[in-house]
């Protein structure tokens, strides 16, 4: 038609720089701060503002196979540290406390309790409060060239003899962490042939839930995913 414009219909041109015209490897913007295993790059500027600090996270979760490999594989797979990691029966049928020390920022911590909130064999998770009472079992083995001297050692840290041969002495240790490590050093001196430790399990203070909303296994209403 007269009215239509010569151009009309025609491609536009394209707007993007020509090869020649684009920006070199090392004149382009490159964005800072590493990504996680999903690929989330994380803000440099933000992971400075806070300090990794040691915590104690507590969870309830019902018996089901492969929870505790469900738990420790969501917290791996977000390239968490973890210190340790226990698991044992409640004073509930059918539950179990999982107590893992991690050492993480602040807003890491905070991801750790919203992510294992989202397994649906977990019924409650948080951070143990306050000043919590926290134990752990050790066994030493070291070698018995002086039995005498591995003794009062046992004996200065309240620990017991569990085995005893004519080559080695293996000793039972608990503990808090600090106590734990002191033992440990004062034992090296004998030689340590070999050690099994469990890492800490923990429980909070008087009346306070170890883990958030938890009821007392007296109380007939164990903790449920509603509340």
Known sequence: MSG????????EADSRP???????????????????????????????EHESRRAVI????????GVLARVSGLVS????NIESLTVGPTTVDGHSRITMVVEETDP?????EKQ??????????GEVAGDAVTSELVLLKVEADDPAAVHA?????????VDAGPDTITVELTGDKASVDSAI???????????????????????????????PGTAGEPTTHDD
């Open 58 to 65: 507590s969870a309830l979760v019902e018996d089901e196979p």
């Open 77 to 80: 797979r977000r390239q968490f």
């Open 185 to 215: 050093s004062a034992f090296d001196r004998f030689g340590i042939v070999e050690i099994a430790r469990t890492g800490p399990t923990a429980l909070a203070r008087g009346d306070t839930p170890t883990a958030p909303g938890e009821k």
């Open 153 to 161: 050692v046992s004996e200065m840290y309240d620990g017991r003899t």
């Open 18 to 48: 020509l090869p020649d015209e684009q920006p070199g490897p090392d004149e382009r913007d490159h964005p800072e701060g590493r990504r996680n295993l999903e690929g989330i790059r994380i803000d440099p500027v933000v992971e400075a």
């Open 116 to 125: 294992m909130a989202k397994l649906k064999p977990v019924i409650s998770v």
């Open 108 to 112: 890491g911590i905070d991801q750790i």
């Open 4 to 11: 239509d414009s010569p151009s009309a219909g025609a491609p």
